[in-house]
């Protein structure tokens, strides 16, 4: 019965008069407020969509009465305290309701009340003797609280920045992790003289040398962290911070990877948000990333480890069930921390450039042989990015890139997140660079772009294409006389792209099918005197994609690319020749209303009126053309949008003037 009650209620809420829907909204509030209230699964769905429109109503009233701040206020009260002193079972339940109200909190008034009435309980519960999960919990929803509207509470800031500092030296490994997002969350809205606060204190810890190492690491994480969260209004501090860091980082066990790699990224922070403040320290740090690109302790022991004498080794072999595995091996963060600072200053320092070129380069390209993919993926991250700020950087060094990009796009093992960073860099070189510098290589790298461009992962697939039009201007370049013989590979690269092209799955990803049309375009341009023999097979899927709405713009736009028409004869006679559909395809855009769509076509029509039709072809296009005219007149009645009309009359008239030029005695009206 009262869900049918409820059922009347939600038809009278999406009422047009504005008083019914703020009576049913009361009357809604007071059946939720009954205490055997119980809605079924089937009137619950209904409840929330009708109860979120009304948030949304233009009625001040109705929009207030469907909030109702006061309500939401008591609601997150109790959830907090079944958060802090309710069952395991239900504390989950609570965290996701306290972290979903958060996230809908829309308007001030209501996000300062939530704040005023949760933070305190909050902090009580990660401060006080709670278990770690609880302190976790609370931890979490404060930094989602703090994130969004910690600035409406500047009041509270001293006492919960000192709270919140107090949780670094916790035992329990969570909770500080948990505390320190908590504090560069709220570091973005403090004061800067609580900022210095915060920072002088996490320095005196460091400072003192006889810690543990566990609390170093923990406030080296928070001094990275607060960078990244203040950006350069950190900058002031770095006199006092890096030197320590440095220290730290050289000073460190050689098994102690996560202080190397913690003060790594901290020094990367620096790079990247005080640009200005960092300057007098950035050699320092460019020495520090470069020496740490070949950190690998345990390689450096194995290679002493095999000058022992061999005596040893079956006292060897009945420890190797105890010995240090790969699996284990974690040098290979730090490897990658030291890529990434060096990826800071190659985009933050652009004087440094020479000596990242001179120095960088060949330790980068050494990474292509590392065992670890992670760091073979900053490898490639940090190339590409010095390849895009210094051009035609790597052209000595291309016999050294080739293997590693062999390795990582042919290696079975090698994820697709490798493969598209290789595919990518391996574009940008391309493109960055003179062809001639690729000659002796191209059947190297051919073959596994051609077979990337058939991988089961569209975005590898995608960019494999694109990295196939570089590949196709580098066999046959437009700038330079000599070239290399491109005939042996035309034909795999024709039916490498066909293979996509002509794909009717309707799985295949829109980025992947525009690039195959992008692609086939450019191949037919460049080698078209050359592939004669499967035009026949690839034009109809061309002119197919022209007929498609989710591939016709870039089919068109195909159409348009420098020298096709020139290098394509039969292309006109194909899609003009005989048959209507084929020009129904071509002209159906100018029924369209969107201008962006009649403009490619337009431009795609006029660019084979200047490829020396046969008059009878031109005949008849111009007769479809005047239909057209037509069409569109006749449906544009009443409307203001002339664009499509004075498009269609200027092929008319240009297609007139081309026949009175090439052809005696013609004579045409309309």
């Known amino acids: 019965m009262a869900n049918m009650n409820i059922t009347t209620i939600l038809e009278k809420m999406t009422g047009k008069d504005k008083d019914y829907r703020y009576m049913a909204t009361s009357e809604l509030l007071s059946e939720l407020n009954k205490e055997g209230f119980k809605a079924d699964q089937d009137i619950e769905p209904k409840l929330t969509t009708t109860v979120l429109q009304q948030l949304e109503d233009a009625s001040g009233d109705v929009s207030g009465l469907a909030v109702g701040e006061d309500s939401v206020v008591e609601m997150t009260n109790i959830l907090c305290d079944k958060l802090l002193n309710g069952k395991d079972q239900h504390r989950d339940t609570a965290s996701?309701?306290?972290?979903?109200?958060?996230?809908?909190v829309t308007t001030t008034s209501l996000a300062e009340k939530i704040l005023?009435?949760?933070a305190p309980q909050l902090i009580k519960g990660a401060t006080a003797g709670k278990s770690a999960e609880v302190k976790c919990e609370c931890l979490d929803i404060l930094g989602d609280v703090l994130h969004r509207v910690g600035n409406l509470i500047t009041k509270d800031h001293d006492c919960m920045l000192t709270a919140l500092l107090s949780q670094l030296s916790s035992n329990q490994a969570s909770v500080t992790k948990k505390s320190i997002s908590c504090i560069a969350s709220l570091a973005a809205c403090l004061s800067d003289d609580l900022l210095a606060k915060a920072t002088f204190e996490v320095v005196q810890l460091l400072k003192n040398r006889s810690a543990k190492s566990e609390i170093a690491r923990t406030n080296i994480q928070m001094i990275?962290?607060?960078s990244r969260s203040v950006g350069y209004r950190f900058g002031p501090h770095l006199a006092e911070v890096v030197p320590l860091l440095i220290n730290y980082c050289t000073s460190a066990s050689e098994n102690d990877e996560e202080l190397h790699e913690y003060s790594l990224q901290?020094?990367?922070?620096f790079m990247l948000r005080c640009p200005r403040d960092i300057s007098p320290y950035c050699e320092s740090i460019l020495n520090l990333a470069l020496e740490y690109t070949s950190y690998d302790p345990n390689f450096t022991d194995s290679m002493e480890e095999d000058t022992d004498d061999?005596?040893?080794?079956?006292?060897?072999d009945d420890e190797s069930a105890n010995e240090y595995t790969d699996d284990e091996d974690a040098s290979w963060k730090v490897r990658r921390a030291s890529a990434k600072c060096l990826y800071a200053i190659i985009v933050s320092r652009p004087e440094m450039l020479s000596k990242m070129y001179l120095e960088a380069c060949p330790k980068l390209i050494e990474w292509f042989r590392e065992r670890e993919e992670n760091v073979k993926v900053g490898a490639f991250s940090v190339l590409k990015e010095l390849v895009v700020v210094l051009p035609d950087c790597l052209a000595d060094h291309i016999g050294s890139l080739v293997p590693g990009i062999e390795k990582a796009l042919n290696d079975k093992s090698s994820t697709s997140n490798l493969k598209i960073e290789a595919l990518v860099f391996t574009r940008l070189v391309m493109a960055s660079h003179s062809p001639a510098v690729f000659h002796p290589y191209i059947q190297a790298l051919s073959g596994p772009i051609l077979s990337a461009i058939g991988d089961r992962y569209d975005k590898v697939t995608a960019e494999a294409l694109r990295v196939c039009e570089e590949l196709v201007r580098v066999l046959r370049p437009n700038s330079e006389p000599h070239s290399p013989d491109y005939r042996p590979y035309i034909g795999p690269i024709y039916k490498a792209i066909l293979a996509r092209l002509a794909n009717?799955?309707?799985d295949q990803d829109q980025e992947v099918k525009e690039c195959a049309i992008s692609c086939m375009s450019l191949a037919l341009s460049t080698f078209g005197d050359g592939l004669q023999r499967e035009l026949p097979a690839c034009l109809p899927v061309l002119v197919d994609r022209m007929g498609n709405e989710i591939t016709r713009l870039a089919a068109v736009?195909?159409?348009?690319?420098?020298?096709?028409?020139?290098?394509?004869?039969?292309?006109d006679s194909y899609v003009l020749e005989t048959k209507p559909e084929r020009i129904k395809v071509i002209l159906f855009p100018f029924e369209s209303r969107e201008a962006y769509w009649r403009k490619d076509f337009a431009t795609f029509l006029i660019e084979h009126l200047r490829n020396k039709w046969k008059s009878t072809m031109l005949d008849h296009f111009i007769n479809i053309l005047q239909k057209d005219f037509k069409y569109i007149c006749n449906r544009r009645q009443g409307q203001s949008d002339p664009k499509a009309t004075s498009q269609v009359r200027g092929l008319i008239s240009n297609s007139i003037k081309f026949l009175q030029k090439t052809t005696k005695n013609y004579h045409y009206s309309w």
């Open 310 to 316: 061999e005596a040893q080794d079956e006292e060897d």
């Open 557 to 571: 736009k195909m159409s348009n690319t420098d020298n096709l028409a020139a290098s394509l004869g039969s292309i």
């Open 96 to 104: 996701i309701a306290l972290k979903t109200i958060i996230a809908e």
């Open 266 to 269: 901290a020094l990367e922070s």
């Open 224 to 226: 990275g962290a607060l």
């Open 116 to 118: 005023v009435s949760l």
């Open 504 to 506: 009717q799955d309707q």
